[in-house]
């Protein structure tokens, strides 16, 4: 079983709809990020969350520490938001989900 | 600033060559990390570093040989290349709990 474990693998939207990707994993951790990959581009970060709730434009991420489980949510999502988004928990080291895979059509 | 950089960008190799593949942050980042990227796979982590002069074993590390011999530096080698080794290389940089940072990947083929 993997250390970390997104859902949905693979998601369709229409323009405009409300977006939810779920992480859970099963290790302690000092910290989870959340992370995005354009078609053959490189990685970058969104969030690094240890607690509670972050905010940044459009992308809300919030973490449960005890439930260990983070939510990525997308409002009002748009055709740029099309990439994988992956999730990776800090231990001694960054554990990586395997990343969902996000198509929003206009 | 150039944050992380990968070098090379792409290559092609050989059954049997060796090659080195170079990671540079100027961050003075203390954790550095190598991955492989392959298909429906995410990222897997191949070695990892906390410090100058200190390496260690991530989840696939056969056939991978890295050093850290300057905290800048990250140099992930292959020293016999196998067509199982063909796939996205990227190399990230951290500090203990901040956010990572990642390189823009090197793609390697090995035929």
């Known amino acids: 079983k993997n250390e970390v474990e997104q859902s949905p693998q693979n998601l369709t939207a229409q323009e405009g709809e409300f977006i939810t990707i779920n992480c859970s994993y099963s290790?302690?951790?000092?910290?989870l990020h959340w992370l995005q990959q354009h078609p053959g581009g490189g990685i970058v970060s969104l969030f690094m969350?240890?607690?509670g709730k972050k905010k940044h434009g459009r992308l809300i991420a919030t973490i449960n520490i005890q439930e260990k489980h983070s939510s990525l949510h997308i409002t009002a999502s748009h055709p740029r938001d099309s990439a994988v988004y992956i999730c990776?928990?800090?231990?001694?080291?960054?554990?990586f989900g395997t990343g969902t895979r996000l198509q929003v059509f206009p | 600033n150039a944050g992380v950089t990968q070098t090379p960008k792409f290559r092609v190799l050989k059954t049997g060559q060796s090659m080195t593949l170079l990671c540079a942050q100027d961050?003075?980042?203390?954790?550095m990390y190598w991955y492989r990227q392959d298909p429906g796979m995410g990222l897997r982590l191949i070695h990892y570093?906390?410090?100058?002069?200190?390496?260690a074993k991530g989840e696939v590390p056969d056939g991978y040989n890295v050093s850290r011999l300057k905290k800048q530096n990250f140099l992930l080698g292959l020293e016999s290349a196998a067509p199982s080794q063909t796939s996205v290389y990227f190399c990230?940089?951290?500090?203990?709990?901040?956010?990572?940072?990642f390189g823009q990947g090197t793609r390697l083929t090995v035929v």
């Open positions: 990230a940089s951290s500090y203990m709990d901040t956010e990572a940072f």
């Open positions: 990776a928990v800090k231990t001694d080291k960054l554990i």
């Open positions: 570093s906390v410090g100058e002069g200190t390496t």
């Open positions: 969350l240890s607690s």
């Open positions: 961050m003075n980042h203390e954790y």
């Open positions: 290790v302690g951790i000092s910290a």
